[in-house]
């Protein structure tokens, strides 16, 4: 028999988890979301964009001009960083992982990504081609050995589905 439902794709859920994990960042200007899936399709970890532990991101600074102590950047932890940072197994498990970000990752993250033997980055968007940020991470995974393919958000609607 024929599913009514939709079923997603491996690529479509994680990137759906990724999108809405995105959706927990305070940042006003870019939601980031980060998952971290095993070999066997296994969610390791997940991360967004935010702040170190005892900062409060209400009141955080989310300016990205100014004085630099005024600004995100010295503070913010990408979430691809945090969710490394959030797995709690053993380093390991990373190694051959793959990693779903809805942004493509900075070079600070692609020098992590690298480290712990990430073997594959999926991304959504990469709205800063041409930035110095950008091509130093894909000169960093491409020695790396780590791939790197697109996959959009998927558009999906699933609240309607619970109702009675
Ligand atoms: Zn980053």
Redesign the pocket.
């Known amino acids: 028999m024929e599913s009514k439902h939709r079923i997603l794709s491996w690529d479509e859920y994680f990137m759906g988890v990724a999108a809405i994990t995105a959706k927990r960042s305070k940042d006003p200007h870019t939601q980031v979301g980060a998952v971290i899936v095993g070999p066997d399709q296994r969610i390791l970890s997940i991360g967004y964009n935010g702040t170190p532990r005892g900062m409060n991101d209400d009141t955080f600074p989310w300016a990205r001009e100014g004085e630099t102590l005024r600004t995100k950047y010295p503070y913010v932890i ?4 945090n969710a490394v940072l959030n797995f709690r197994g053993l380093m390991r498990e990373l190694h051959g992982a793959t990693v779903y970000v809805t942004h493509f ?2 070079n ?2 692609s020098k992590e990504l690298a480290q712990v033997g990430i073997a594959e980055v999926v991304y959504a968007y990469n709205p800063y081609p041409d930035s110095m940020e950008t091509r130093a991470a894909e000169a960093i995974l491409d020695a790396a050995g780590i791939k790197t393919r697109v996959v959009p958000v998927p558009d999906i609607t699933i609240a309607g589905d619970y109702e009675a």
Do not use: D, I, K, S
Request: hydrophobic fraction near 10%.
């Open positions: 990408h979430a691809e960083r990752p900075c600070e993250c």
